[in-house]
């Protein structure tokens, strides 16, 4: 059940808007269907949708891309799902069915990311107790995606360069040549362009890597977006939690669509991964998503004037029990242990905040 209106029907705009919005679910929903079979997409495999304008364009051009065995250059902000992107380029491109290896630049330190990429022999670390392939070895045949490039230090820009030009490339400690035949694809969080122009990233790798750019858009400047997304981290976490919740009532998507997003696709997926969560069966209401719990208790809500302390007294320990509910899979007997109070107390604690669990 989508909605329902009581008899006799009054209000004729009400029901138009109902029936509207359940032909839109629907649309989103073929919408789905029509690209995993297009990509002939495996359960539980991610891939990227969108009707925006934007998307469609971006969809446009990672079809055109996608064949041909050149470098690709993804920007957009955190969460907006980039990687994604990179997999669906690798999943329709001539290498599917070779490795597909990716490296966030951002997380290693210098030399521990040089060995990671070019792999080493025995006497090129002292505990090293064998010889290593790297990335660049590993990917042979296949795809290497290197996520926040922008993060590599002046040296390993350099490094990455030559690897470039010359597709060959020696683990550490080695001479021996090896060729680097592997298609690559680079993410940013910010403009490379402007890390440029900045001084803080080599003009040279850049314009080596900046073939085919494809900018990823904010999740707020696609806010069609936001409905078939919804629907589909709902229908992949009711498979994962072997669950029945939803569908979403009209008002937990209008909230939904009016969200600020800041983490863009990846904070809407834990919204909807911790609703799933909390929610045993039956529609999803506007409580079950948690919506600026976290936002409120942090301080966002200054620009509304100060709070109580009963005010926000109650937003700390609602943020803290849908947290709670999302830690145990909705489990309230489990919850109110974890808590140290009884299932009753519990239960008077959710309907005062306003968090619905469906038993």
């Not at 669906?88 to 490795?99: A, V």
């Not at 009209?250 to 983490?263: S, T, Y």
């Not at 919850?335 to 107390?345: E, F, L, P, T, V």
Request: with cysteine.
């Amino acid at each position: 059940m989508f909605d329902y209106l009581t008899k006799p029907f009054k209000n004729l705009d009400e029901l138009t808007a109902i029936i509207g919005r359940a032909l839109e679910m629907d649309r989103a929903y073929r919408e789905i269907d029509n690209l995993q079979a297009m990509l002939a997409v495996r359960p539980g495999r991610p891939f990227v949708v969108g009707r925006s304008a934007a998307m469609q364009k971006l969809l446009q051009q990672l079809q055109r891309i996608a064949p041909l065995d050149t470098t690709v250059l993804i920007e957009g902000e955190s969460g907006t799902g980039k990687e994604l992107v990179a997999r669906q380029i690798h999943e329709l491109s001539p290498r599917s069915k070779q490795p597909f290896v990716g490296l966030n630049c951002g997380g290693l330190s210098e030399s521990l990311l040089e060995a990671t990429l070019f792999g080493y022999e025995k006497p090129a670390f002292t505990s090293g107790s064998a010889a290593t392939p790297g990335y660049f070895e590993e990917a042979t045949g296949g795809t290497l995606v290197l996520d926040e490039l922008g993060e590599l230090s002046p040296k390993l820009q350099s490094s990455l360069l030559r690897v470039l030009q010359e597709r060959t490339y020696s683990r550490l400690g080695s001479v021996i040549q090896r060729t680097g035949d592997f298609r690559l694809i680079c993410t940013s969080s910010t403009s490379l362009e402007d890390r440029v122009k900045a001084g803080d990233f080599r003009s040279d790798l850049y314009y080596r890597i900046n073939v085919n750019l494809l900018r990823f858009p904010p999740l707020r400047e696609r806010r069609e977006d936001i409905l078939s997304l919804a629907l589909l981290f709902l229908d992949q976490f009711n498979a994962k939690f072997s669950k029945a919740a939803g569908p979403f009532v009209p008002e937990a998507l209008a909230a939904l669509e009016a969200a600020p997003w800041a983490g863009n696709v990846r904070e809407l997926q834990h919204v909807i991964e911790r609703a799933v969560a909390v929610n045993v069966r039956g529609p999803i209401v506007v409580a079950d998503l948690g919506l600026g719990a976290h936002d409120r208790v942090a301080g966002d809500h200054k620009a509304a004037g100060p709070m109580s302390l009963q005010q926000a007294k109650e937003r700390f320990e609602r943020a803290y029990f849908i947290d709670l509910l999302h830690s145990v899979g909705g489990n309230v007997s489990e919850a109110a242990r974890q808590s140290h109070i009884s299932r009753q107390a519990l239960h008077r604690y959710l309907k005062q905040l306003g968090i619905v669990t469906k038993a």
